[in-house]
């Protein structure tokens, strides 16, 4: 059984730390997990220019940026797969997230380029896991200072990307949001137990995460 999930959230949300507990924790549990990295940083890190003014640069940018997204995502799978054991795939963000930062029209257009719909793409993943910006309820934990791809600099933009995020997997069937909190741990482990429930083991593991 390969179970794909994506982490998703504005900036400053904790992804980074959650994906290093998810892999450590279901790990233990005889997992074979992923942690696929987020495709926008490996892109702006390489030098793709998001912040251009340019149009058709900015469509090509987000058009490649989704094929390879897919593309790495069905590797992984393969090789999950190939483990031969049950298997976890946790997507630092996931191919809808590209929408959040694209016109609707060039959205539909991308789409339309790539052959998928949008309910494919929601269906490319078992749940979605929401972390919600620091931004938004531990706004002194904010920074910008562990994430050098990071652009939004004002607590405002976090919060306005945070929402868009959310708006754009409203429908999938499967969405947890997980509240920001002072502790971190307790951001952390919800996930743990929001992707025990996914894999119907929460009764099992609830005292090994809380």
């Known amino acids: 059984m390969i179970t ?9 949300a904790g992804k980074t730390t959650t994906n290093e507990r998810i892999e450590e924790f279901y790990a233990k549990l005889g997992y074979a997990v992923f ?6 940083t490996l892109f702006i890190k390489a030098g ?3 912040l251009t003014k340019d149009r058709h640069l900015y469509f090509e940018i987000h058009r490649n940026m989704m094929l390879f997204l897919l593309q790495m ?6 090789i999950a797969k190939a483990t031969g054991k049950p298997a ?13 930062y694209m016109d609707p029209g060039d959205w539909q257009e991308l789409l339309r380029q790539v052959g998928v719909t949008e309910a494919e ?18 706004p002194n934990s904010y920074t910008l200072s562990n ?13 306005r990307v945070d929402d868009n995020l959310l708006r754009v997997w409203q429908r999938h069937p499967d969405l947890h949001v ?3 909190t002072e502790f971190v741990k307790d951001k952390i482990d919800g996930v743990l137990l929001g992707i025990a429930q996914v894999l119907g083991i929460q009764d099992d593991v609830r005292d090994l995460i809380l």
């Open 35 to 40: 942690t696929l990295p987020e495709a926008a």
């Open 73 to 78: 995502e069905d590797s992984f799978h393969n």
């Open 4 to 12: 794909k999930i994506v982490l998703t959230g504005g900036p400053c």
């Open 88 to 100: 976890i795939i946790v997507n630092d963000r996931g191919a809808m997230d590209l929408s959040a």
């Open 178 to 180: 997980i509240p920001s």
């Open 121 to 138: 793409l929601m269906a490319r993943y078992k749940a979605v896991f929401h972390l919600c910006t620091s931004a938004k309820g531990a």
């Open 48 to 50: 793709a220019e998001f």
């Open 147 to 159: 994430n050098s791809a990071r652009m939004e600099e004002t607590l405002a933009e976090a919060i």
